[in-house]
């Protein structure tokens, strides 16, 4: 069984639309574990009430980025976890994290990368920047996670339009229901599958 | 009559896209002068086949690129132009040009800006850039020219897909058939029914 590892701080929308797409079949694996940094996050209920281990471990009882990257990667590690969901965690973890799970954490960013990512911009800043410069068209990227913010290679991306009179909130909703909930179950099916491969820091579905 | 001046240093299907949705009737103007910098242009073909003043203007037999910006003012000033389409026009004009047409002046990009422009990004160069990325989605924008290099307020833009193992030549007619010449008549359209507002750098439908 392809075991799924998820990581969130908040609301955990994304992370129902993968517990979705596991109970409907479309993703053929199991969430072995949710973990957030954060003890009240919802998605953490969200995972107890479908039976999905919850798991809070704050990121202050730890000395330094090091150490707490360590402890989850420990976690993940002990569950043979065979992928790690960045669904909306807010912490950025160092490479004690990254490096045992190479090519196997995977994060959602809403925008189009290259477009609106990298620090300073996560959650609600990245659709007021949106807005304020005046695109029409946004959406919302799938990728794996390297040393770096949002510039690991990218598996999927979605378009949304930008409409007149949005507020931050409203294209918020429209990129998450559009974009957001349709690709990160999508990413995840296609890895479970072992249908992509990874050349030259792009994604491509095998031949 | 609203009166649209074209600047296009290269094969103009761009250009074809604007003088068919003239004929058409869904642009409700008139071409007054195609105006190249290269005198082999195909654009300047497609103008005189369709009936449209074609003149070809050097940019070497001008001192600098002052000089050369007012002479392609003066030329358009005359005309009684309301609106200049950049279309695939290989030279950056100064202030000299834009000042005199604040707001009329619109260029088609090939990329969804603020993603692959400024300087360097030209025809294959972005499709290029956009490959070697990785991105899976790429597109067009049309926004109104200032003095700096595709910065100027967004009217439109399309996304479109990137699909593996694309070169950058089919990339390039994919977004030009899906996007370009879709958004580029259709931002003319709204601006000669005067369709549009700016505001804080923003473009939207009036109300």
């Not at 669904?87 to 190479?102: C, H, N, Q, S, T």
């Not at 068209?137 to 999927?156: C, K, M, R, S």
Request: aromatic residues 6%; hydrophobic residues 45%.
């Amino acid at each position: 069984m392809f075991k799924i590892g998820v990581l969130a701080s908040g609301g955990g929308t994304n992370l129902q639309a993968v517990i979705d797409a596991v109970k409907s079949g479309v993703i053929k694996g199991e969430i072995v574990s949710v973990l957030s940094n954060n003890k009240s996050a919802y998605a953490l209920e969200r995972a107890r009430v479908n039976g999905i281990e919850a798991v809070n471990i704050g990121r202050k009882q730890f000395s330094g980025i090091s150490e707490y990257s360590k402890a989850l990667a420990s976690h993940f590690l002990e569950r043979e976890t065979d992928l790690i969901v960045l669904a909306g965690f807010m912490v950025i973890l160092g490479e004690d994290f990254i490096k045992p799970f190479r090519n196997k954490i995977i994060n959602i960013h809403p925008s189009l990368i290259p477009s609106f990512c990298g620090q300073g911009f996560y959650g609600l800043k990245v659709h007021e920047a949106v807005l304020k410069s005046g695109v029409k068209v946004t959406g919302a990227t799938v990728h794996f996670v390297d040393e770096n913010a949002d510039t690991g290679p990218i598996i999927l991306q979605k378009a949304v339009d930008v409409k007149d009179y949005d507020t931050p909130e409203i294209l918020q909703k429209r990129v998450m229901e559009e974009a957001e909930w349709k690709i990160l179950p999508e990413a995840i099916r296609l890895i479970s599958q072992n249908e992509l491969v990874i050349k030259d820091n792009i994604v491509r579905r095998k031949k």
